[in-house]
């Protein structure tokens, strides 16, 4: 670019920066790793591109790079557990729990009934159906509420449950026209910031399965090969710029 001047010693702020970003990518890459076995979870991708900065200091320009992340909500291999109170989403759409914090959207359908009867995540938070706690009826669930078979506890593809040929409730499964803004919250939970909920349609349930994890273990190892190399690029020029500035400093001082 004519006229454009360029600051050799902005090579060591650029490779602080870069450094940082792949932490930033390490982070994430971890994290995707550790919750491989994790039902429902949905991996974090990154993303990079450069910014070309208008004016640094009176005369010097330079190129920033700039990250941004987003979650793959492609579906996650079916499993089949044998436990009738585990449920998978097949398609489009999320449950919808209630937290203390307020209302919280999951894909794990790993589910438990505590002592108040109630159909629950693995941290206590009921699962809503019809806008409610899901309750089964103590005198339906007669020989154990942990234990319920599934001939006796009985979700449909539509999300109905019955409980001994009687219906209880539909599970309220919901999406979002924009998937961007849904955020993580922890404990495998979403919530939604500026996003409007809507009924989902395009989905079935299965009964029995899990919907497992959508990270792939070999991308991920073959993402952290990289980093590792990449981390010891930016200590090469972190050294070479350190190198530089102390020939300089040497020069300057000659003179």
Known sequence: MKGLKVNPQLGWLESLEAGQLLERRLAATTNNLANVDTPGFKREKLSFKEVFLPKIGPRYRRIFKEIGSHLVWEQGELTPTGNPLDLAIVGEGFFKVQT???????????????????????????????????????????????????????????????????????????????????????????????????????????????????????????SLIEIHREFEAVQKAVRASDEATGKLIENASRT
């Not at 919901?174 to 919530?191: A, C, I, M, P, Y």
């Open 100 to 222: 203390p914090e307020g209302i919280a959207y999951t894909r794990a359908g790993n589910f438990q009934i505590d002592r108040n009867r109630r159909l629950v995540t693995p941290q206590g938070y009921p699962v809503l159906a019809d806008g409610a706690p899901v309750i089964v009826d103590p005198g339906l669930a007669r020989g154990g509420l942990i234990t319920l078979p599934e001939e006796r506890f009985l979700v449909h593809d539509d999300g109905t449950i019955s409980v001994d040929g009687t219906t209880v409730a539909r599970l309220d499964i919901v999406t979002f026209e924009d998937l961007s803004k849904l955020k993580r919250r922890g404990q495998n939970l979403f919530v939604a910031e500026g996003a409007r909920e809507r009924p989902a349609t395009d989905f079935q349930l299965r009964q029995g399965y899990l919907e497992g994890s959508n990270v792939d273990i070999l991308t991920e190892m073959v």
